[in-house]
């Protein structure tokens, strides 16, 4: 099961993060929280995605970027028990790269673009049932199981606070981080941009989500305590969980 949310916060004027569903994105003032029911026996991919850059450029770049990168990577017609994690991971640094590259050619040739970029943390549904997990940014991936967080991301933050890969924004060849995650039945990972992380601990994003409620109700209780604590940026949770 998929459960998403996307909330401006309390300080910004307008939202740069996006989720993007097979495809599909979420965006902008999103009312409510959605949920999906993801079929194993198909190769999703979600992402959330955090811009950043002047004006609307923040916006675009997430936005491009949540649909580019999970749209069919190939694997759509590939027979299931393919769909490993050693196939699934060159495809998608691929994909990650082009995208990067695209966003740049945009900033590079327009001048209110200029400088446009986005984070992403995100999943791809393996033919197993399990996920390969990957992030480049600042944006995070927790697993969290019996209460317990797990950090699957890699923050690429620089010694002075500032990120050393981003799709867009930085022309450098991008290094995706990847972890498998197994099935296991109840447990859930957690996609989320840094208007969660930089006001709420793992540890509480953990425990919410062990204590029986529903994760619509867990998603938007994150974002509220988030806003709540000061809500400075754009706040994105995505929780994927497996049946029991």
Not at 70 to 91: K, M, Y
Not at 124 to 153: E, H, I, K, Q, Y
Not at 208 to 236: F, K, Q, S
Request: proline share 3%; hydrophobic share 45%; glycine share 12%.
């Amino acid at each position: 099961m998929l459960t998403v949310v996307t909330d401006r916060g309390r300080v910004r004027d307008h939202n740069e993060d996006a989720i993007g569903i097979d495809g599909w994105v979420l965006y902008g003032e999103a009312a409510g929280v959605l949920e999906l029911r993801l079929d194993a026996s198909r190769p999703s991919t979600i992402a959330v995605c955090d811009g950043m850059g002047g004006h609307l450029a923040g916006e675009f770049a997430s936005r491009m970027a949540a649909e580019l990168l999970t749209t069919d990577l190939g694997l759509a017609s590939s027979e299931r028990a393919s769909r490993d994690a050693d196939t699934v991971r060159p495809l998608l640094a691929q994909r990650v790269q082009d995208v990067a590259d695209d966003i740049n050619a945009i900033g590079d040739t327009h001048e209110e673009m200029k400088g446009m970029g986005t984070t992403t943390a995100g999943v791809v549904v393996l033919g197993d049932g399990g996920l390969l997990a990957f992030n480049v940014g600042d944006s995070t991936v927790l697993r969290c199981a019996d209460g317990r967080p797990t950090l699957l991301s890699v923050a690429d933050v620089g010694f002075g606070g500032g990120l050393t890969q981003a799709l867009g924004a930085i022309h450098v060849p991008l290094s995706v981080h990847t972890s498998v995650v197994d099935p296991v039945p109840g447990s859930a990972v957690v996609l989320c941009s840094d208007g969660l992380t930089d006001l709420v601990s793992a540890e509480v994003v953990a425990k919410a989500l062990d204590d029986g409620r529903p994760d619509r109700d867990v998603a938007r209780e994150l974002v509220d305590l988030a806003c709540e604590l000061g809500g400075h940026d754009n706040i994105t949770v995505a929780i994927v969980r497996f049946a029991e």
